[in-house]
């Protein structure tokens, strides 16, 4: 099995928060969906129009089997959302760039944890300038819309976190947001890539 290795830091402590931290390995499944791809050999002679149609159809064909994997992994409910931008409430200003090793959704199985982290100099409710929730996966629901948008949604309920989250796949790529929303709302913007990690194996 190919896999990618990804360092995610997590600060956790009892409940939400957290001033340790640790580093954990993440295996990034890249296998999740199995499909053979063949690629014919390029025409000696191509206009510049073939090329774009040709390097077009490859995108788009990429672009699927990250659809796939993703897709399948939240039906699984083994996966990670890397969050790259944050909204914070309704109408909050995003934050752009943000490091994605520190800011994420994971879910395993019935075991979940959401994570941000501002990195604005303050050290908020896990030392990271955010917050940490870890809890139970409860309620856990899967729809497909019909242009393909995949929606998760569930509860993480724990001892200190009750928290409703939703996430939209969108169709043809990878990328998704999750709103989190626990009387205020938090929008994490990034990718959602399959993941089980050592003790789900």
């Not at 979940?112 to 309620?139: C, E, H, M, P, Y």
């Amino acid at each position: 099995m190919k896999k990618v290795l990804l360092a995610i830091t997590i600060g956790l402590a009892a409940g939400l928060c957290a001033t340790a931290q640790t580093n954990n390995e993440v295996d990034i499944e890249t296998n999740e969906v199995e499909l053979q791809m063949i690629t014919p050999a390029e025409p000696v002679q191509e206009t510049e129009q073939q090329i774009k149609e040709r390097e077009k159809k490859l995108r788009e064909l990429n672009d699927d089997v990250a659809y796939a994997k993703a897709a399948n992994s939240l039906r699984r409910g083994y996966f990670v959302l890397i969050a790259d931008d944050i909204q914070i409430g309704n109408n909050g200003y995003r934050h752009y760039g943000l490091n994605n090793q520190t800011n994420f959704i994971v879910v395993q199985a019935t075991d979940g944890i959401v994570q941000f982290a501002l990195n604005t100099g303050g050290s908020g409710a896990n030392g990271l300038g955010g917050w940490t929730g870890k809890g139970s996966v409860r309620d856990k629901r899967i729809t497909v819309a019909d242009n393909g948008d995949v929606y998760c949604q569930f509860n993480l309920v724990g001892p200190k976190v009750n928290t409703f989250v939703h996430i939209t796949l969108y169709h043809n790529t990878k990328r998704a947001v999750a709103t989190i929303s626990d009387g205020g709302s938090i929008t994490m913007y990034g990718e959602i890539l399959p993941y089980r990690d050592n003790k789900h194996r």
